[in-house]
């Protein structure tokens, strides 16, 4: 059974920092890309940040670029999104998602909640 548990939300002030993690299991998590995403109230799910299956490969949103760096640790099973110089418009429930190379992520875990106070 496929799992992905996301970790590390929670509320911060503006400017602040949060690391969230993501912890896969039921898969080869070697062979998988993992991808972070965020949905806001009342808006669509919107691509945060993506790293390939060896990690040597990874790509942001230009709204987070500079901001947020997405890590894995293969031998651990994880991703993490170190996220700096948080601000309101990053509140949102943030999903980790797995995909093979070159498939879509369809593979998802069940969100973790941040909030940014401005």
């Known amino acids: 059974q496929v799992q992905l548990v996301e970790s590390g939300g929670g509320w911060v002030q503006a400017g602040g920092s949060l690391r969230l993690s993501c912890t896969v299991s039921g898969l080869t998590f070697g062979s998988y890309g993992v991808g972070w995403f965020r949905q806001a109230p009342g808006k669509e799910r919107e691509f945060v940040a993506g790293i390939s299956s060896s990690g040597g490969s990874t790509h942001y949103a230009d709204s987070v670029k500079g901001r947020f760096t997405i890590s894995r640790d293969n031998a651990k099973n994880t991703v993490g999104l170190q996220m700096n110089s948080l601000k309101a418009e990053d509140t949102a429930a943030y999903y980790c998602?797995?995909?093979?190379?070159?498939?879509?992520?369809?593979?998802w875990g069940q969100g973790t909640q941040v909030t940014v106070s401005s």
């Open positions: 998602a797995a995909a093979l190379t070159g498939r879509g992520y369809n593979n």
